[in-house]
């Protein structure tokens, strides 16, 4: 894991980050608020992640997309983001 977070930090113009039916995947990149030119996130089919990264969201969100996910401790946390993301989609 250690080095796909390394590699995700190179990525400092990526836009749009989806996380697609990853369904052994239990958290998402510690080093994710470090994207600051990131715009939307998806989490979409993803059951086993349970929270958003410590290092919280890049501030240039402005859109979360939370679905098919089946966790309400995880859409929870996403609720809390309200007023901080212009966009939040929760399914």
Do not use: W
């Amino acid at each position: 894991m250690k080095e796909q977070e390394e590699a995700l930090q190179l990525l400092t113009s990526l836009r749009d980050l989806q996380f697609l039916r990853c369904s052994k995947l239990q958290c998402l990149p510690a080093g994710l608020h470090r994207l600051t030119s990131l715009k939307r996130l998806k989490i979409i089919g993803c059951p086993s992640i349970r929270s958003l990264p410590k290092g919280g969201l890049p501030s240039s969100l402005q859109e979360l997309d939370v679905g098919y996910c089946n966790n309400e401790k995880l859409k929870q946390r996403c609720r809390k983001l309200k007023g901080t993301i212009p966009k939040i989609i929760l399914d």
